[in-house]
């Protein structure tokens, strides 16, 4: 998707790059501080990427000190704190600052939501929240292959081994002994689930819901290289890895279980809809198999009658 992106005339194409050359410069940065090694040219090299991201999109900014953070969260703050007073990383900061300070700017003076299409939905920011988290797997295919249109996703054989192989660096960097690469890891992973929604409520009564994959791949981007990161910057004691692995896989099989079980509880109770409807499971249940009075019993009422439940009800 990247390199799709990358071959057409869109702001993503920068974005990506900007974001991966910032995280990846910083990280760079850090590390060489801590050895004492040639650090000012990749600083540099993210100072000039920071200037760019800043100045390509309107979420670009946010972006931007997600990069910086997860590298900061990644290396701690030690070796930011001993270069801080140095003129060189100064200047590098006041380059940062002036770019950012121009893109607020811009987004002050320019209409970003102008040149977006859609019809505005009147709903609590509660429902757009529960829409955009139910629809979290549905996006995750645009960090993949959308050939051009919505309605056009590549080969589903591609689909599978890219979200296999994105699933296995993560578990693999949740697996290093390092407790500040997986916590870094972690926040990436949270922050790419959580801002879809925040950042899609307060534009859902303007132009209703248009967030799509590619909005939010910059990030994915940035996790993907930072999974990259943890695994090379530490040395890995297979043993505890082996084990800490094996937590993360058997954490994400029962998640997998227990969604697809209330996905068909959810089918059965009330049918699926374009939008999210999971409280309507609990408050409002129709059809013959309903439980009057008895709402959070369904789980264990489900369990002990799942099979003849599944082939009666309507």
């Known amino acids: 998707?990247?390199?799709?992106?990358?071959?057409?005339?869109?702001?993503?194409?920068?974005?990506?790059?900007?974001?991966?050359?910032?995280?990846?410069?910083?990280?760079?940065?850090?590390?060489?501080?801590?050895?004492?090694d040639h650090w000012r040219l990749p600083l540099a090299a993210a100072a000039i990427?920071?200037?760019?991201?800043?100045?390509?999109?309107?979420?670009?900014?946010?972006?931007?000190?997600?990069?910086?953070?997860?590298?900061?969260?990644?290396f701690g703050l030690r070796p930011l704190v001993s270069v801080l007073r140095l003129r060189f990383v100064q200047a590098m900061a006041f380059v940062v600052a002036v770019a950012c300070g121009l893109a607020v700017l811009w987004l002050k003076s320019a209409d970003s939501l102008q040149s977006l299409m859609g019809a505005g939905i009147d709903t609590s920011p509660a429902r757009i929240a529960a829409i955009m988290l139910d629809k979290t797997f549905d996006f995750a295919a645009g960090y993949v292959s959308y050939l051009g249109w919505l309605d056009t996703l590549g080969p589903s054989g591609v689909l599978t081994v890219w979200a296999a192989?994105?699933?296995?660096?993560?578990?693999?960097?949740?697996?290093?002994?390092?407790?500040?690469?997986?916590?870094?890891?972690?926040?990436?992973?949270?922050?790419?689930?959580?801002?879809?929604?925040?950042?899609?409520?307060?534009l859902s009564k303007e132009v209703g819901i248009i967030w799509q994959g590619r909005y939010i791949l910059a990030l994915v981007a940035v996790m993907i290289t930072a999974c990259g990161?943890?695994?090379?910057?530490?040395?890995?004691?297979?043993?505890?890895?082996?084990?800490?692995?094996?937590?993360?896989?058997?954490?994400?099989?029962?998640?997998?279980?227990?969604?697809?079980?209330?996905?068909?509880?959810?089918?059965?109770?009330?049918?699926?809809?374009?939008?999210?409807?999971?409280?309507?499971?609990?408050?409002?249940?129709?059809?013959?198999?309903?439980?009057?009075g008895f709402p959070l019993l369904w789980p264990t009422w489900l369990s002990c009658s799942w099979e003849p439940f599944f082939f009666t009800a309507p």
Do not use: K
């Open 165 to 202: 192989l994105i699933i296995g660096a993560i578990v693999a960097a949740l697996s290093v002994p390092s407790r500040s690469a997986r916590l870094t890891i972690a926040f990436l992973v949270a922050a790419i689930i959580v801002l879809p929604p925040v950042l899609q409520i307060p």
């Open 1 to 36: 998707m990247v390199l799709f992106l990358s071959g057409g005339v869109n702001p993503n194409s920068l974005e990506i790059a900007a974001s991966m050359a910032v995280f990846s410069a910083l990280c760079l940065s850090w590390e060489r501080i801590a050895s004492g």
């Open 49 to 74: 990427s920071a200037a760019v991201l800043a100045n390509t999109r309107a979420a670009s900014l946010l972006w931007l000190a997600l990069a910086v953070a997860a590298s900061l969260l990644m």
């Open 229 to 292: 990161v943890a695994m090379r910057s530490f040395d890995i004691d297979f043993r505890r890895s082996g084990r800490r692995a094996l937590s993360v896989v058997l954490a994400i099989l029962v998640f997998g279980h227990f969604y697809s079980f209330i996905y068909g509880m959810r089918r059965y109770v009330i049918g699926l809809h374009d939008e999210s409807n999971w409280r309507d499971m609990l408050t409002a249940p129709s059809g013959s198999r309903r439980l009057d």
